[in-house]
Nanobody, 126 residues
Framework: QVQLVESGGGLVQPGGSLRLTCVASGSIFSIRVMGWYRQAPGKQRELVAGITSGGSPNYVDSVKGRFTISRDNAKKTVYLQMNSLKPEDTAVYYC????????????????????WGQGTQVTVSS
């Protein structure tokens, strides 16, 4: 089965940057769309960014222009570069594969293919 491991979170001041990394096991990663989700306290988990196997990205409006999703299929890895971070970005961030993938699901929960990893905590605070 595919296993997902997220890393790169931490505590950062508003306006700062972080780069999250997701490493996936298994052979399906290279042909599957991948996405980053986040869940803030008291909020539903939401899809904030998705990227197709060919590298085409989509973002929820709240992170557009600040976050960049990318992937390295050879390394079975997906990244989320987060710039100009805001306190509202504080959440646990997870990666997974939306299935099926629909960009209209950005900003809300979508059905996912794999089991959830542990996620990585991002805290934006002054």
């Amino acid at each position: 089965q595919v296993q997902l491991v997220e890393s790169g979170g931490g505590l950062v001041q508003p306006g700062g940057s972080l780069r999250l990394t997701c490493v996936a096991s298994g052979s399906i990663f290279s042909i599957r769309v991948m996405g980053w989700y986040r869940q803030a306290p008291g909020k539903q988990r939401e899809l904030v960014a998705g990227i197709t196997s060919g590298g085409s990205p989509n973002y929820v409006d709240s992170v557009k222009g600040r976050f960049t999703i990318s992937r390295d299929n050879a390394k079975k890895t997906v990244y989320l570069q987060m710039n100009s971070l805001k306190p509202e970005d504080t959440a646990v961030y997870y990666c997974n594969s939306p299935s099926p993938y629909d960009p209209r699901d950005l900003g809300r929960y979508s059905t996912t293919l794999y089991n959830w990893g542990q996620g990585t905590q991002v805290t934006v605070s002054s």
